[in-house]
Structure formats: structure tokens, C-alpha cells
């Protein structure tokens, strides 16, 4: 269940300090791992390294391959506030990341390797990052997956609850050329686009791939 957002907070930088361990605050989102086990399965849930890079990156790709956001592929990982993985053996076998800009927390990544999902793993992350959020003052965990129906699924089994809605339009050349004027001599080859949910009929009409994105949002404790 990927999920890949880019909505961000405007709070202070109080909460961002203690989440990333500055002078003065203490490590909270850095807490020691622990080994959780799964049906069958023994997993250790802990903090990203910056050794897991390659297996980090090769989970992502594999787990998000089935899924709509099959074309969001990484070669370098981007860091962020709160960066957990699933370890089963040598094997980066799920990762969450979650930015911290104030109380309300972003969802930016969570996935399980293909060879390990149906396991509780995505759920074993959420349940290691959520009590880490909370100790640093955040009220608010979002994310934006689109309609991949298992990660609908585990976001509202996870206490998410649907809030927003808008329109992701991924636009060929051909299509572009209804809608879009390049200048300075360039020539469009695709685009990225976002719409209003209120035009989600005629966006289909114009275009063969558009997807719902849906804000899911969880209220964590005060």
C-alpha cells in the first residue's frame, strides 16, 4: 500500500526539532528498534540506516510495481523526519517515512516487498510510528494514496478516514496537445497534472489515465 504525498504543514518548528534530535530536544523518532514477530515470521521493526539504502530502494520498487503509483521510482533515496523499516533476515522487507513539519504529519512512503506482504508488517511499522509521533507533539497523521483497493483497505482499518479529494492526470504528447502551449522552443512529451474532483468525468473523457487522489487522515492522541 504505497503512497507517495506532497501536502505540507505551516507550523512552527518546535515539534520538527524534537523529531529530528537538534541540541536541547531529545531523539524521540530515533528510539532504539525492536523485533516484533508475524505469523511464521520473526521481524525486526527499527530505524533506517544508511546501509539499507540499495534494499530500501529495491522494496520500493517491487512493492509499488502492482500498484498505481507503478512509475514513481526512486535511484537515490530522499531523507525525511521519520524513517522506519521491516527487517526479516538480511531482507528491508517494508519501509514507512513519515515528514514532521509540525502537528500534522505526513504519510510519504509505506510499503511491504512483494514476497512479504499479507503478513501485518505495514501494520507493525504504523503501530511502531505512531506512539514516537505522539511523544513529539504531533496531533495529525495524513497520506494520499489514489484507489488501490488494499491500501484503501488498510488505511480505514487503521482508524484513516477519507477528507479530500482531487484529480492526478498523467498526460501523453498527444493529449497534451488539446490542453497545453509550450514556449521558448520546447516541445511537451507528457505532463503531471492536477484537476478539481469536480471534473473527474471530463478529465476521463480526455485522458486514459486519471486517478483519484484521496487525503485519508488519523487523529492521534492529544
Known amino acids: 500500500m504505497p503512497e507517495t504525498s506532497g501536502v505540507q504543514s505551516d507550523w512552527g518548528n518546535d515539534v520538527v526539532d524534537a523529531a529530528r534530535g537538534r541540541a536541547g530536544e531529545v531523539r524521540l523518532l530515533g ?5 516484533r514477530g508475524t505469523p511464521g ?12 539504502e540499495v534494499p530500501w ?7 509499488f510495481l502492482a500498484t498505481s503509483y507503478h512509475d514513481d521510482v526512486w535511484q537515490v533515496r530522499h531523507r525525511t523526519d521519520l524513517e522506519l523499516v521491516a527487517v526479516v533476515g538480511d531482507v528491508v522487507a517494508g519501509i514507512l517515512d513519515v515528514s514532521v513539519p509540525g502537528a500534522e504529519a505526513t504519510i510519504g512512503t509505506v510499503v511491504v516487498h512483494p514476497d512479504h506482504q499479507g503478513r501485518g508488517i505495514a501494520t507493525a511499522l504504523l503501530d511502531e510510528a505512531v506512539p514516537r509521533l505522539e511523544r513529539c507533539g504531533v496531533r495529525t497523521l495524513d497520506a494520499w494514496p489514489r484507489e488501490d483497493r488494499s491500501a484503501l483497505k488498510w488505511y480505514a482499518h487503521n482508524g484513516f478516514r ?11 504528447a498527444e493529449e497534451l496537445g488539446t490542453v497545453l502551449v509550450a514556449k521558448h ?3 511537451p512529451a507528457g505532463a503531471f ?7 473527474e468525468t471530463e478529465m476521463r473523457q480526455r485522458f486514459e489515465r486519471v486517478h483519484v487522489c484521496r487525503r485519508v487522515v488519523r487523529e492521534l492522541r492529544p
Do not use: K
Open 31 to 35: 528510539a532504539p528498534g525492536r523485533s
Open 41 to 52: 515470521l520473526p521481524v525486526e521493526i527499527r530505524s533506517y540506516e544508511p546501509e539499507d
Open 57 to 63: 530502494l529495491r522494496c520500493r520498487v517491487l512493492g
Open 162 to 172: 477519507e477528507e479530500q479529494h482531487h484529480l492526478h492526470v498523467h498526460a501523453t
Open 185 to 187: 522552443g520546447l516541445v
Open 193 to 199: 497534472l492536477h484537476a478539481r474532483i469536480e471534473r
